[in-house]
């Protein structure tokens, strides 16, 4: 739920409105990938995908192409996709969900079916699908964080309240065997799309990075130049691997003011500006890719680790990417607060309702309908 | 009751022209887990959200009951939010909804002063201008609203000229919503069709107005309305049958009367009289609950009903005239015409018989 109601647009049409992305060596078998998808947020029990809508994974060899200060990477021009489509549901008779069917067009041109909420999923050689309603593995204290903005002063209690708590959202699970379904690697860049279907497909969002959209651009009183813009629907628009130079600026300027006032927060400064005035994390942020290593084995908190260590000229130790289970939010606002020279910033939310599973489809499954109310 | 014209397309839900949209019955299971998913959650965002939503499912399948929870939902927002701006937009468009368009309006210039810098209420403020009539007005503000985007701009303006009945204009910015059109969602371009047809409908060319109700239901065959005032096109066009084809289902599954009115019409046209009667039975008390409930949002449609099937033109000249005092729109004042017409025998019956008309109508006229 990182991206959930990422701009007016994702609210208009939350069927085609990710909430999160996520991609990790799978737990159970090393010589797989995971890519998750997640959309609709909060959703009810009657939830189903669109099916004018193509749910699309992006995945692009990528290089690290300079470390230090200057970190930047350069995913290659080659790319492979994964579209899913999904027909319209049927109702059988005394059925709590419509049961609909879906099929994934891999890279090879072969067509993988699948039905929805089915957990073996479809698959066949090197890749297992499965689509369905999940319970939302995301947690945070929307309020708290809010506050934290409208106050200037970390506003998060000990014992805070899960915004998301006992949610579901509509899941789409990728496991690919990747050295036999994806060119180059082993270091991946990942984007999820949705596209309004049709001879010419429409952009309608596209998520790689957690809160990058909400968290890190959507405040716009910090930024001196476009006080006013609702940027997000334009970045949604922008092709993540190729950001129109024209545009890029009003995101790097949002980032930079945004970024700044989240160091701010502990009164002292731990991401000073380089010489072009730029926030450390806004180059990388707006690369706007999961960056996951699929040689590495897998670990549980992995996001980021790949560009802490290139701004600090290592080599990475875990697979980065984005495992289900990171508490995110106590990640993104440590990052951004101190850059890990401080104490951890804990939202005092620590776990969702029910924590993702290492085994396939790996997220848990959707809670009861009124699990949220209670 | 609450026309379709009176909410424009683009204050409640935004979407795709060329490409394909989503199936309608998949956003209709998508519009129920939208609110399942919202309901019981706090936040004065989320609230106003749902009150949209439930405002849309209302419409979509002619759930009064939808409509009162949405402004049940709007009060309560106000008590625990006394100081938040979109809790009072959210009561407006509940008020909207059932015609109490002056209060609608104070609660806007309240969010105007609470939130100045917002410019969202423009858009409120010009729908419910609209709705009562003051169409110079809500072109003015339509155009200064600050628009998410050229869809929504052109949706606004396609529904005003279409209330107004200026046609041409209508239908182009009719088109040019169509093809500014970006989402996936079907609701927001059936809403404009079904304003279309109505519009069709007013002007007496049945065969367009037939057409755009057609296109309603191929984008969502569950919206209510659009099945409704197909069933009476296809009535005035000599297929009955057709007609209550359409209609049973929506007796059932909506609590508005007027499907049950037109139903009590057209087996009365067809001199079926004792089904009619109980169909006309069912209205009528429905109509009186409703009147009693929510006068100024049925006051045309009741009016209509006495006027025709439940005949009974004295009451109907009663709602007509306070119809018009709500809004004085082209169609409110024919609908008064039409009732003093109706009336016009009865009275001249009761002179000479040297009754008077109730003092009420009397001093009213």
């Known amino acids: 739920m990182s991206d ?24 159970d078998s090393p010589e797989h990938l995971v890519l998750v998808m997640d959309v609709f947020g909060k959703a009810g029990p009657s939830a189903v995908f669109s099916d004018a809508v193509i749910y699309r994974f992006r995945i692009r060899p990528v290089e690290i192409a300079a470390t230090g200060s200057g970190a930047a990477f350069a995913p290659s021009k080659s790319e492979v996709t994964f579209d899913c489509t999904f027909d319209v549901p049927k109702s059988p008779a005394g059925a709590a969900r419509p049961v609909q069917h879906g099929r994934c067009l891999t ?16 698959g066949e050689d ?79 969002e596209r998520v790689g990075r957690p809160e990058i959209k909400n968290v890190s651009m959507s405040w716009k009183m910090f930024d001196q130049v476009n006080k006013d813009l609702e940027i997000r629907d334009l970045y949604n628009s922008e092709d993540a691997f190729d950001l129109k130079p024209d545009y890029f ?23 000073p500006f380089d010489q072009q005035g730029n926030h450390p994390l806004t180059k990388l942020l707006l690369a706007d890719f999961l960056v996951v290593d699929a040689s590495r084995p897998f670990a549980e908190t992995s996001y980021f680790e790949i560009e802490r260590s290139m701004l600090e000229g290592r080599t990475h130790a875990t697979p980065g990417g984005r495992w289900l289970n990171q508490d995110i939010m106590d990640f993104v606002l440590t990052l951004y607060v101190n850059g890990g020279n401080g104490p951890p910033v804990n939202d005092g939310i620590d776990a969702p309702i029910a924590w993702s599973s290492k085994t396939f489809p790996y997220l848990a499954p959707p809670n009861p309908a009124k699990a949220a109310a209670a | 009751m609450i026309a379709l014209s009176e ?99 104070d609660d806007l210039d309240y969010a105007d002063r609470i939130s100045p810098q917002e410019s969202a209420t423009r858009q409120d403020r010009a729908a419910i201008l609209q709705a009562m009539g003051r169409y110079d007005e809500a072109l003015v503000t339509y155009v200064a609203a600050d628009h998410r985007g050229e869809f929504e701009q052109a949706a606004a303006l396609a529904g005003l000229w279409a209330e107004r009945g ?122 009186h609950e409703l009147t009693g409930a929510h006068c100024e949002a049925f006051a045309d449609h009741a009016a209509e009903f006495w006027l025709g099937p439940g005949n009974d033109p004295l009451e109907g000249l009663r709602l007509a005239m306070l119809n018009v005092r709500v809004r004085k729109t082209p169609r409110a004042h024919e609908l008064l015409a039409q009732a003093l017409d109706a009336i016009a025998p009865a009275a001249a019956s009761a002179r000479c018989s040297g009754a ?6 009397a001093t009213q006229l």
């Open chain 1, 249 to 271: 600026d009003a995101y790097r300027v949002r980032m930079n003011a945004n970024l700044a006032f989240y160091d701010g927060l502990d009164g002292k400064i731990d991401w």
């Open chain 1, 126 to 204: 090197g890749i297992q699908i499965f689509a369905g309603q999940r319970s939302e593995p995301f947690y945070l204290d929307v309020r708290m964080i809010e506050k934290t903005v409208a106050t200037g002063k970390l506003s998060f209690k000990p014992k805070g309240s899960d915004t998301l708590y006992g949610t579901n959202i509509l899941a789409i699970v990728i496991k690919l065997e990747w050295r036999k379904m994806l060119k180059g690697g082993p270091l991946f860049a990942v984007v999820c799309e949705t596209l309004a279907a049709g001879q010419r497909p429409v952009r309608i």
């Open chain 2, 7 to 105: 909410i424009s397309a683009a204050a409640v839900c935004s979407a795709p022209g060329p490409s394909p949209l989503t199936d309608g019955a998949i956003a209709v299971l998508n519009l129920q887990a939208q609110i399942d998913g919202l309901e019981g959650q706090g936040a004065s965002a989320e609230a106003a959200t749902l009150i949209d939503l439930l405002i849309l499912r209302g419409l979509i399948h002619g759930r009064i009951s939808d409509y009162e929870r949405a402004a049940q939902l709007a009060d309560r927002q106000i008590g625990a939010a006394i100081a938040d701006a979109a809790a009072y937009v959210a009561r407006a468009r509940t008020r909207a909804v059932f015609h109490r368009f002056a209060e609608a309006l």
């Open chain 2, 166 to 287: 200026e046609t041409d204009m209508a239908q182009r910015f009719y088109l040019e919503s169509l093809r500014t059109y970006r989402g996936v969602s079907p609701f927001p371009l059936t809403l404009l069709d079904f304003q279309l047809g109505v519009m069709w409908m007013r002007h007496e060319r049945l065969h367009q107005a037939r057409t755009c109700f057609e296109a309603a239901i191929r984008r969502v065959p569950a919206y209510a309305a659009a099945q409704g005032h197909l069933a009476e096109v296809e009535g005035h066009l000599g297929n009955p049958e057709a007609a209550l084809t359409r209609l049973y289902p929506l007796v059932a599954s909506s609590d508005d009367p007027d499907y049950a009115a037109q139903l009590a019409r057209i087996l009365g046209e067809m001199g079926r009289n004792d089904e009619a009667s109980g169909w006309c039975r069912l209205a009528a008390n429905r109509y």
């Open chain 1, 4 to 27: 959930h109601f990422s701009g007016p647009r994702a609210l208009a049409d939350p069927i085609a409105d990710i909430s999160d992305v996520f991609a990790f060596p799978a737990p």
């Open chain 1, 107 to 122: 890279p090879s041109g072969r067509t993988v079916s699948f039905r929805a909420d089915d957990e073996n999923g479809g």
């Open chain 2, 356 to 361: 008077h008309l109730p003092n009420r109508a």
